[in-house]
């Protein structure tokens, strides 16, 4: 089977990733670990039978945040703002390519274990009602926090100012749950459509609703460009594809999906480097630089290694620096998971997220700045605080495991509610890479709740409207 031959050919070049770390060839290692992580990718197209699935997009962030700060110090300028050196590639490239290996064997061991059926059929029921429902409420929330925060003026004033206002605004709307269900529900409604399993409605109609959701949820991405909030905008693309793809899978590679991702992040790499100046130019006021600076910083927002992509190697290398001395055994995992619980109804005094932990140790000044601020974590570090030597091999097995039940999930069962489900997920293989476990999983709880609403909003108006209906044909009798 072509899966066997690529995982073989995954086991093979993580192995020649490790041998060649430990004898300091690191640039050799790191092009093994290239090879891997492409092999893995294949192995996973044969074994889920599309290229557009929630593993693919784990495994494909975590090449991105995995091989961007090494790259940077091995082939770049050396340097990775604001860590300091020593950085440890060695250390970082073993448990990233056992990482990689520990993932497929969770793969392999589910896929395998539990056959995917051709299934392919799902519940209909009004996708794109519930989308326009749900991206209505969410620029609406989103709209409300502004104004309970303090205003357009505390949107202009940055990204950290506007996110430390809402987050210490009691209940906020989880705005970016909404919308994350939103776009899911679009892509399974332009599926069904494309298959054309549903013929109740016109050409005129679809685009008119096309064109209603897009003036709703402009609003809400106007928000985040002005705040430079390039992955929650990256997350409603992941699930409105992965809603698109949840009935057709992608058994060829998507040449054109490919280019298309690409030229999205050349486009988005900018809304980082010059976040600060949109509100300046918002305002009206005027941001004189040299041309020669512009340059400089356009190019620095298209590197990965230097934006949010090098960071998780940069924490990775501090705590290696500051040395690992008493491992925490999972408990940051739990402990993470109370991050979604407002404080004022946490009883007691709410646990400190391992992210801010680790940002008051490393860069408590940050702190003053906005308590929100931080340099992110990462998933490899969080396996290594928690298990040392074996953190990577056991998280990532576990990750993967988590992945695979629902790549098995979804090819067995025909509720669009776990398809909704399954989409909205494509944050959590985004983010988990750069975040606590705990916290990326907490958000879900929204995502369970919001889903179960709908769901029971749809079930009281269906059976509203029988009640309607049998009245009708009772007065109709009589």
Known sequence: MRVFRWFIAANL???ASVGTSAYEQYEVAFAFLCLALICSLIALRYLWRSWMTLSHLFLTAFALYALSGPFEILFGSGAIPPFSPPFYVREW???SAIAAASFMWAMLLWGMTYRLRHNLTIR????MQIALLLILLATAGEFLNLIRAGGISILLAGKAVYQAATADIKLTFPTSSFALLAFAFLGMHHSWQSLQLHSGIGKEAQRSNDLLFLVLCTPLLLVHLILGQRLEIASYV???LLGYTYRAPVERFPTRWAVGLLLVYLLLSPLYGFRWAFPLWISGKAVDLPAETVQKLLLSSLNPA???FGAPFGNYSLMMQAGITDLYYGSTFLRDLTVVIPGFLYPGEKPTSVTYEFRNRFFADWSFRSRISGTAFSSLLEARMNFGDL?????????GSLLAALEVLRSRCE???????????GLFALVVHRSSTGGTLSGYL???IILALVWAGRQAWSKRGQRVAGLSSSSSIA
């Open 13 to 15: 070049t993580v192995l």
């Open 93 to 95: 490239l073993v448990d």
């Open 124 to 127: 209909a029921i009004g996708y």
């Open 238 to 240: 992941a699930a409105f």
């Open 306 to 308: 230097v934006n949010e």
């Open 391 to 399: 953190g990577a091999l056991l998280v990532f097995f576990v990750y």
């Open 415 to 425: 509720s669009p509610w776990l398809a909704a489900f399954y989409c909205s997920f």
């Open 446 to 448: 929204w995502i369970a």
